[in-house]
């Protein structure tokens, strides 16, 4: 099947066209729909492995992985897309959802691309937010300084 | 045609006055079309970026066939709308969903995002309001609002074994279809019968994961019903300009009858009296 998919992405760009659609139901892909509320980076498309930071651990997910639901950790997750490739995005939160049927959601609550990412500004971040947690007073302030460290200290841990 | 037993000079000033007022009407109307022609354009755009989000944070609920609770707990409603009128259908569409499920199930609870439902619903159903966004439809919605609401009913801590959230979905500029989303409790999720096949989740996982989905689900819904609004007002007002522009016309038809009347009746009067006092002589 490889043999005869190089051999006709060798002829003609349409008949690769017409092969890749079928990824979905493949064991041998997964079917990837990347989004968050202001973008969307895949829909429903067929891609080798995603890597995600996830609060019970960062993993990769393979086509047939077992299905499970994780919640995203602020990092970088890793698309390997078919032809090879592989894409960063930053991700500050979400949620991953992997079904029985190897299709998977990764629902981000703001993922952008690495290159994006400014490192300065991440690092002032940084500071900002560990300057927040220093002058937090109730339990609700402090929590929500230590999530912007968290965030900022993976924003920097991406850029580098 | 006016009826008139008054003289024609004053039934003439009636007309132009009613004339302006309808012109005006029609300038409003319009320049309304406009504004929400643009807003209706954004808010389509950010729609399509914002549908795989939705349509993914559903799957999960699909996959696992995740079925709505048994029990006694009632059900909650969150339905979607905004606090501006004059958008034609949208709001009382989901308002008499609302009280046909509330009528059909008297142990309701109604989260209202949006004054007009809210309106709707505040005489008869009162009681079965629990929370009530407003300052709703000024600038389109953000996931932080989302996440705002998604907060205030998981702190609120309504309880209920059956739950959905009512919003619009929008298919063309002229046509949008009232929709009802379904929304699991977490004991529906907990006792999902395809739940075991998904490995290694622990009760915090799952609390999370049906958090963030209720904050992505609102999003979407908040998104979908805002471009059926915007485009529903659109049309809305098309018309109303469509009307005012009838009237006008009816209305200058009668005004230019009524002054040839006025005229033809002083002619008249003046040929009269003049043949009058010509036959005295």
């Not at chain 1, 979400?94 to 049927?101: A, P």
């Not at chain 2, 209706?40 to 939705?54: D, I």
Request: hydrophobic share 40%; proline share 3%; with cysteine.
């Amino acid at each position: 099947m490889a043999l005869t998919r190089s051999a006709l992405r060798l002829f003609s760009g349409r008949f690769t066209q017409a092969c890749q659609v079928r990824g979905y139901a493949d064991a041998s892909s997964m079917s990837l729909t990347f989004a968050a509320p202001t973008q969307v980076l895949y829909n429903n498309a067929a891609v080798k492995q995603v890597d995600v930071p996830s609060f019970s651990g960062s993993f990769g997910i393979l086509p047939a992985h077992v299905p499970t639901l994780a919640v995203l950790k602020p990092g970088v997750v890793t698309v390997f897309e078919n032809d090879g490739s592989n894409k960063k995005f930053f991700v500050s939160s979400g949620t991953v959802t992997i079904n029985e049927d190897s299709t998977v959601q990764l629902l981000a609550e703001e993922a952008v691309p690495v290159d994006s990412l400014d490192i300065s500004a991440a690092k002032e971040l940084l500071t900002q937010a560990q300057s927040q947690l220093a002058s937090a007073s109730t339990d609700v302030a402090k929590a929500e300084a230590q999530i912007s460290i968290e965030v900022s200290e993976a924003l920097v841990k991406a850029c580098e | 045609m006016p009826s008139q037993q008054v003289r024609g000079m004053a039934t003439l000033k009636m007309i132009s006055i009613r004339l302006k007022s309808v012109k005006n009407i029609q300038k409003i109307t319009q320049s309304m079309k406009m504004v929400s022609a643009a807003k209706y354009t954004k808010a389509e755009r950010e729609l399509k970026l914002a549908r795989p989000m939705g349509i993914g944070a559903q799957e999960f609920y699909k996959k696992a066939e995740v079925k709505d609770e048994e029990g006694d707990k009632g059900q909650l409603i969150i339905a979607c709308s905004s606090d501006r009128g004059l958008c034609g259908a949208v709001h009382s569409s989901i308002g008499r969903i609302v009280k046909a499920d509330i009528a059909a199930n008297p142990n309701t609870k109604v989260v209202i995002i949006g004054d007009k439902v809210r309106n709707i619903l505040q005489r008869l159903y009162g009681k079965n309001i629990a929370m009530v966004v407003t300052e709703v439809g000024r600038k389109p919605a953000v996931f932080g609002d989302a996440a705002i609401v998604a907060q205030a009913i998981i702190n609120a801590g309504i309880e209920f074994n059956k739950g959905k959230i009512l919003f619009n979905t929008f298919r063309t500029v002229v046509s949008f279809r009232t929709t009802e989303m379904p929304l699991f409790s977490p004991g529906a999720v907990a006792n999902a019968s395809k739940l075991p096949v998904y490995d290694s989740l622990d009760s915090d996982v799952i609390q999370s994961y049906t958090e963030f989905s209720l904050a992505s689900l609102l999003f979407y819904s908040m998104k979908e019903n805002a471009t059926s609004e915007q485009s529903s007002r659109m049309t809305a007002m098309d018309n109303a300009s469509k009307n005012a522009g009838e009237m006008i016309d009816k209305l200058t038809m009668t005004f230019n009858r009524t002054r040839q009347a006025v005229i033809t009746r002083e002619l008249i009067e003046i040929i009269s009296g003049a043949s009058a006092l010509e036959s005295k002589n």
